[in-house]
């Protein structure tokens, strides 16, 4: 893989990685106090459900800066574009879709 596409690469895994930690962080991620609502709302079914629906949410952006971080330590170890499963490399056109993939697109197939 050329280094500017490496390059490129990791500057958008570092750009996602940045914009995650700072939604995570308007969510109150890692202080379960700061995911606080109105306990004394009327409707105590829809403070539930929305507290459900962010607590999904934040736990689903947290997946995903943890595959960032991930494919970052990759490529300080070399291991960055090599698939988990197989070890084959992961072909460019699925890295550019996907920087943080670990699989090529057969082995996250058979997953499926």
Do not use: W
């Not at 574009?81 to 879709?97: F, K, N, Q």
């Amino acid at each position: 893989m050329a280094e500017v596409t490496n390059a490129s690469l990791r500057a958008h895994l570092e750009e996602e990685r940045a914009r995650l930690r700072d939604q995570l962080s308007q969510y109150g991620y890692g202080d379960p106090s700061s995911l606080t609502f109105d306990e004394g709302f009327a409707d105590s079914g829809q403070v539930t459900a929305e507290r459900g629906e962010v607590e999904a949410l934040v736990g689903s952006l947290a997946q995903v800066l943890e595959d960032i971080e991930r494919a970052l330590a990759k490529f300080d170890d070399g291991g960055y574009g090599m698939c988990e499963s197989c070890g084959d490399p992961i072909p460019l056109p699925r890295l550019e879709a996907k920087p943080a993939a670990r699989e090529c697109i057969e082995c996250a197939s058979k997953r499926s």
